[in-house]
């Protein structure tokens, strides 16, 4: 049980490049979320799903577009990074209840993301 | 007022102290509660939740004071282990209204 797994864990990018992040969770989760991570700014939210095929803005998405084709897999993608999205990325995924009660999140280690 | 507050800190204690953390939140329709524990350059891991009626686990104690809107964490026979940073959550069970406090850094002494 690998929990919540995040590739790549470092990447450089120039401007203007492109890119996507895979987060992938073996704990049959419902709910999946993008965070990004900034010193003094704490986690803000970029992207959610709460299923299969959904998706659903958060906080800060511009910038980032999102796919959950796969309940256990969640997808960044930066279609054209700019130096203002130089962040620590984290990916999260947590289960839910009937009255949509959602547990806590389990988080995956992240991908340090440079863009020059 | 924002949503969560928390003293970023540091907090610079020695070990075996006993330490206290509140995390004041401005939602009064906020539903669930959560203390996560953030080692550098880490991911966030939970610590605990927290209960209305409060709730213990070893030497970590975590009070939700529905009334004044913050909850607490207290931390006894303090470890050097314990240095990290300590992040508040407060949950709104709407998928978009998770929202984490900025955290408060520990740092135990030896």
């Known amino acids: 049980n690998a929990g919540v797994t995040q590739t790549p864990k470092f990447r450089v990018l120039k401007t203007g490049q492109s890119m996507t992040l895979l987060c992938a969770q073996d704990?049959?989760?419902?709910?999946m979320y993008w965070y990004r991570q900034d010193p003094g700014m704490g986690l803000r939210l970029i992207h959610y799903?709460?299923?299969?095929?959904?998706?659903a803005k958060g906080e800060v998405p511009d910038g980032y577009n999102v796919s959950r084709l796969k309940k256990q897999n969640f997808l960044l993608g930066l279609e054209s990074a700019a130096p203002s999205q130089t962040s620590v990325y984290f990916c999260?995924?947590?289960?839910?209840?009937?009255?949509?009660?959602?547990?806590?999140?389990?988080f995956g280690p992240g991908t340090r993301l440079t863009v020059t | 007022r924002k949503e969560v507050e928390q003293d970023p800190g540091p907090f610079n204690v020695p070990e075996g102290a006993t330490v206290a953390f509140n995390c004041t939140y401005s939602?009064?329709?906020?539903?669930?509660f959560f203390w996560y524990r953030q080692d550098c350059r880490k991911e966030p891991k939970l610590l605990m939740s927290?209960?209305?009626s409060g709730n213990e686990d070893g030497r970590f104690t975590a009070q939700l004071n529905r009334a004044s809107q913050y909850i607490s964490l207290l931390i006894r026979d303090s470890k050097l282990s314990d240095s990290a940073t300590y992040l508040c959550?407060?949950?709104?069970?709407?998928?978009?209204?998770?929202?984490f406090g900025k955290g408060t850094r520990l740092h135990i002494l030896p």
């Open positions: 939602n009064s329709a906020s539903q669930s």
């Open positions: 927290v209960y209305s």
């Open positions: 799903s709460v299923g299969e095929g959904t998706t």
């Open positions: 704990m049959n989760h419902e709910y």
């Open positions: 999260a995924s947590s289960s839910v209840a009937d009255d949509l009660h959602t547990y806590e999140q389990y």
């Open positions: 959550v407060v949950n709104m069970n709407r998928d978009d209204k998770i929202i």
